[in-house]
């Protein structure tokens, strides 16, 4: 067997910036390649500095769309990279819409602290939108269950994670001396999520595997349970004329919150309001998923009903700045939905900036909120927070629902295990902040996992 090398540069110790670079047969391929997320000065630091030259690189393989897996792909390219990005077909269609509008949130973000006076390096665009449409010329669309070769002796097939709309684990086989098997899990997503199908682990014997941990240290509510809270809340919200803002991430989060409220209305178990999804890139990964029925959960109610899951009559998608601005001047009650979902750049910080201050108003927070966000900050019920430079006092109610999380939770990461069918000989575990890694690192070590490693940013293994 020739020498296998594994190196983390990314969610290592961290959640966001997935990246581990994978040396073998000959090759140098990189598993994701996500922007940090946080602190804008430390993030864009770590964004900014590549560890490696981009130039050598053979191909990347990318487990789904979600920015803090695949927002460095336009970076690699900026940098002169220019091999295959292997992806599933519809992951693909996504990273087409989702590049170019983190390419735009960068120049509007700088733009928009220009004029504050308040720009500085830590608010430079990483890249442009040349480079994230560039990105899409290299991608290549590989359906599930397809095994591919990406060299002579090193073979791909992904296998459904149960995510996001196209996420896949990577299942990788080197074959040169001898076999070696590598598994990446990507992002885990739960049973019974709307819309999208439930996770299909790989299975047999693996030699190295790669598990994320996001939720390793707790468990969530049933998604049933989470539409329920969800109607409770609107319902709340709208009984005192209050407006309903939901930092949610334009894909995946913002497709199922409008499920959920789709089939709460048709069972009468929320009243008439108006449904904003403020958000150009919400509007377009909604068109990516109806192009990708093909991938869809076909037990789910109105999937089999033939509904037009994400329109109903309550719902409307807004795309102009002047129709996003003219939200802020309408009384509620109603709904707004908009990016970011850790409410870190996006429309959701003029919604927030606008509506923070009144107590009829309801924050609700739907999904992960990493540390130093605005999000994690608002979740833990700061009264003052800054939003786009400027301080304000929140006096809004704030609640989360946890149910909506699309990362498995400690008893469903512990079941993917068991589902693996086979002896694991080594484990890395990533995408947790140090609570979280640390329970995975139990729970497989319980597993029968004899060989458990929590990796830092930039260290390397010989595999």
Not at 20 to 43: C, I, K, M, T
Not at 138 to 150: D, E, K, N, Q
Not at 202 to 215: A, F, H, M, R, V
Not at 269 to 295: N, Q
């Amino acid at each position: 067997m020739t020498a296998i090398r594994l190196t983390f540069w990314g969610a290592a110790g961290q959640v966001t910036g997935s990246m581990h670079l994978l040396e073998a047969a000959g090759g140098r391929f990189v598993l994701d390649a996500g922007l940090f997320q946080g602190r804008r000065g430390p993030s864009h630091a770590l964004n900014a500095k590549l560890p490696f030259d981009p130039r050598r690189l053979d191909g990347v393989v990318l487990s789904h769309a979600h920015i803090d897996h695949s927002g460095r792909l336009p970076l690699l390219v900026r940098h002169g990279f220019h091999g295959p990005i292997y992806a599933t077909p519809a992951t693909r269609d996504l990273c087409a819409v989702m590049l170019p509008d983190a390419a735009h949130i960068q120049e509007k973000d700088h733009e928009f602290l220009q004029r504050r006076g308040k720009a500085g390096a830590e608010s430079e665009p990483l890249y442009d939108l040349a480079d994230a449409i560039g990105v899409q010329d290299l991608m290549v669309g590989v359906p599930y269950r397809r095994i591919t070769h990406l060299r002579k002796h090193l073979a791909l097939e992904f296998v459904e994670a149960g995510h996001i709309l196209g996420s896949a684990s990577l299942d990788l086989r080197i074959t040169e001396g001898g076999t070696y098997r590598l598994v990446f899990s990507g992002d885990i997503g739960r049973t019974g999520l709307p819309i999208i199908r439930d996770p299909e682990p790989p299975s047999g014997p693996i030699d190295s595997l790669i598990i994320e941990s996001t939720y390793a240290d707790r468990d969530h509510e049933t998604t049933a349970a989470a539409e329920a809270r969800l109607g409770e809340a609107v319902r709340r919200t709208a009984g005192r004329g209050g407006k309903v803002l939901i930092p949610a991430f334009a894909l995946g989060r913002t497709q199922e919150i409008v499920y959920s409220l789709h089939q709460l209305h048709r069972a009468g178990r929320i009243p008439d309001l108006p449904i904003y999804i403020d958000s150009p890139l919400a509007v377009d990964t909604t068109t990516v998923f109806r192009m990708h029925p093909e991938i869809f959960d076909k037990r789910e109610r109105l999937v089999t009903a033939a509904a037009h899951l994400f329109d109903f009559p309550m719902v409307r998608y807004v795309r102009g700045v002047s129709e996003s601005k003219a939200l802020n001047a309408q009384p509620g009650p109603a709904v707004i939905i908009a990016a970011s979902g850790m409410a870190e750049s996006g429309r959701i910080l003029h919604h927030l900036a606008n509506e923070i201050g009144d107590h009829r108003n309801l924050i609700l927070l739907v999904g992960f909120q990493a540390e130093h966000t605005l999000g994690r900050r608002i979740q833990r019920g700061d009264e003052t927070v800054r939003i786009l430079g400027q301080q304000y006092d929140r006096k809004a109610e704030v609640e989360t629902i946890g149910g909506y999380s699309a990362h498995a939770d400690r008893g469903e990461l512990r079941a993917w295990i068991r589902r693996l069918g086979g002896p694991i000989r080594r484990a890395f575990v990533v995408h947790g902040e140090p609570p979280a890694l640390g329970a995975m690192a139990t729970i497989l070590r319980e597993e029968g996992v004899r060989e458990v490693h929590l990796p830092k940013h930039g260290e390397a293994f010989d595999l």
